[in-house]
């Protein structure tokens, strides 16, 4: 796993830019701690961190090779889960290889398929390949965008990264916020919308796409799309199929160099997770699994039970590490740790994101380092089986907006009048809606109910995962930690895609089917447990702290937050009992806190990263 970047300029010599590409790549230190690697050609130029995983020796990069009278360049972040599969595809058509690296394969399956090369690929990346014989660039992305790829272009030239603060290290790039930019942080944030870079002029490549960049210009397609049809299996193929696609993704991403462990919560993911690697280390000879799970100090006593969260992990934890036999690792984090982690999150997303929630996923992350290199987390179930609460509510999937943020009439409100003039909020928000729902692949005669379902799960693909993968890859690549997402695999799905309600919810339960196919694995009451989400701080200090903070924000005549939100409404806010209110705001885990933390985070971006309101 690694960070990359790169610059391409048509019109002007790049071989002696090292110090401009050594800036840039310095951002990436983080994602890639062992070592670095620069390429400068006339027309090009590379630069890459790499945090080793797969073969120390041979996966050096930038790396080129030759073949079939070709010749190509590449910088690559991922892991791809297939390689040995692709390896031996090549090796019959006559290539050879000098490392057992997956970049290697990576490479000579460019040069010898050229951009069809990406059908092949299973796995999380994002890549860049420099073509010596046509002097131009190919860039791809995975196909559920586990993996970042921002770039830039201007003319005759492109630049890309694999983070924002990545390209803004370039001369060129400055960190401003048109108008469109400020409505991303203000009104859609911590999600974006797919492709939005926020500061003006940079973009990211979205998930399935791939882009070559060549003196005719930037040409940018999609290479993998949801495709819609009759689901023809019956009930018993659709659970042996879905159990055979969930074992094989967890497999596969279990190969590594480096050590492996799982993260645990209790929950149906990680249960599934752990009992699959612990079954398949037992298999190896590998040894015991190692778990880790995140809990807050003395949140046992200010836990309260309500509907999103129904009871506490530690319990189920236990339960699951026992019955599988794993070594389990409980990491404890105090008010004070998480609040000074939100800093640290702002600089690692390059945006304000998800307050606490980013904060202590980072302290996590930065703890399992000390002991893995690679962890396997539970991501993403919940929006391909249909896990969340706004799937099975008839009211919110036709209400006609995005379902984790139904309070933006309240959210509207924190900002000044005059912003709230220019942004037009309602109509904003209603066209990023509108714009994501028309790209739905219809099923023809479904019926009206169907549909919607198809179209919330769409906006969850497209809009909730991402924002949880954004929060994923920026946290853990922040502690030079790698973090594997199996329900991401792309096989597992296109097959749910297509699979009926019905089906998804077996036995009249939340994420049913998936319960179904992993009978046997994991005890029946882990396996039948309640969906509890992602464990928060319960903690009144940390109430107290996010208030404290963004008071402290706001009493500063120089904060460029003022120019922003209203701010009599928000000291209204802040003025607020400490329990008294809690305005749902982004998801399941974010209310008033949150919106304290985050705005204060948006303080804390404006200033640190000198941003430019243009």
């Not at 003196?215 to 819609?228: A, C, H, M, R």
């Not at 792309?490 to 179904?516: A, C, F, I, Q, T």
């Not at 409404?569 to 949150?594: C, D, H, K, R």
Request: aromatic residues 12%; hydrophobic residues 35%.
């Amino acid at each position: 796993m690694c960070g990359i970047t790169g610059w391409v300029h048509y019109e002007k010599s790049l071989r002696q830019e090292l110090a401009i590409m050594r800036e840039m790549t310095e951002t990436l230190l983080y994602r890639g701690p062992d070592s670095e690697g620069y390429y400068l050609g006339e027309r090009v130029a590379f630069g890459h961190r790499r945090l080793v995983v797969v073969d120390p020796e041979g996966g050096a990069q930038p790396m080129k090779k030759q073949a079939k009278g070709r010749s190509a360049i590449l910088v690559y972040n991922g892991e791809l889960y297939n390689t040995e599969d692709i390896r031996q595809e090549l090796l019959h058509v006559g290539h050879t290889f000098s490392s057992h690296s997956d970049t290697e394969v990576l490479l000579t399956a460019y040069l010898e398929w050229g951009e069809n090369c990406l059908e092949k690929l299973n796995g999380i990346f994002a890549f860049a390949i420099w073509d010596e014989q046509r002097q131009s660039l190919f860039l791809a992305r995975d196909r559920l965008g586990v993996k970042p790829l921002f770039y830039w272009h201007q003319q005759e030239q492109f630049v890309f990264g694999s983070e924002l603060k990545t390209l803004l290290a370039h001369p060129q790039i400055h960190p401003e916020l048109d108008r469109e930019g400020l409505a991303e942080i203000m009104l859609i944030s911590p999600a974006r919308t797919p492709g939005h870079g926020v500061f003006r002029g940079i973009k990211e490549l979205r998930p399935g796409y791939c882009a070559t960049v060549s003196t005719s210009g930037v040409v940018i397609k999609p290479y993998w799309q949801l495709e819609s049809y009759e689901h023809t299996d019956t009930f018993e193929q659709t659970v042996e199929k879905v159990r055979s696609l969930v074992i094989n993704a967890i497999e596969r991403q279990l190969v590594a160099d480096v050590p492996v462990s799982m993260l645990l919560s209790g929950g149906l993911d990680s249960s599934v997770i752990t009992a699959v690697a612990a079954k398949y280390y037992r298999g190896q000879g590998r040894g015991k699994v190692h778990t880790y799970s995140i809990d807050y100090k003395d949140n046992d006593q200010y836990f309260t039970s309500h509907s999103y969260q129904p009871d506490s992990d530690a319990a189920w934890i236990k339960r699951v590490s026992d019955h599988v036999g794993t070594t389990h690792h409980s990491i404890i984090f105090d008010t004070p740790e998480l609040v000074d982690a939100l800093q640290t999150a702002v600089i690692a997303r390059d945006l304000p994101g998800m307050a606490d929630i980013d904060a202590s996923l980072y302290l996590f992350c930065l703890e399992m380092k000390k002991e893995t290199t690679v962890v396997l987390s539970g991501e993403c179930a919940d929006e391909i089986f249909g896990g969340y609460p706004w799937f099975h509510n008839q009211e919110t999937l036709f209400a006609d907006s995005f379902p984790w943020t139904r309070n933006n009439h309240e959210r509207f409100k924190w900002l000044s009048h005059e912003w709230r003039e220019e942004l037009q909020p309602e109509s904003y928000v209603r066209d990023r809606f509108l714009q994501t729902i028309a790209e739905v692949p219809p099923l023809r005669g479904e019926s009206e109910l169907e549909q919607k379902r198809r179209q919330m799960f769409y906006l969850n693909h497209t809009w909730f995962m991402n924002t949880l993968l954004d929060r994923k890859d920026r946290m853990s690549m922040r502690a030079s930690l790698e973090a594997r997402v199996p329900f991401c695999d792309h096989r597992l799905v296109e097959y749910l895609w297509n699979v009926p309600w019905s089906m998804k919810m077996y036995d009249g339960r939340e994420k049913g089917l998936l319960r179904k196919a992993m009978e046997g694995l994991i005890p029946d009451d882990v396996l039948y447990r309640k969906k509890s989400p992602y464990p928060k701080t319960h903690h009144p200090a940390y109430a107290k702290a996010t208030r404290d903070w963004l008071k402290e924000v706001i009493s500063d005549h120089s904060s460029p937050l003022l120019s922003i939100i209203d701010r009599n409404y928000v000291e209204t806010l802040l003025e607020q009992e400490a329990n008294a209110v809690q305005i749902p705001w982004f998801g399941q885990l974010m209310s008033t806190p949150q919106l304290f933390a985050y705005l204060a985070q948006v303080d804390y971006w404006l200033r640190t990263y000198k941003v430019r309101i243009v």
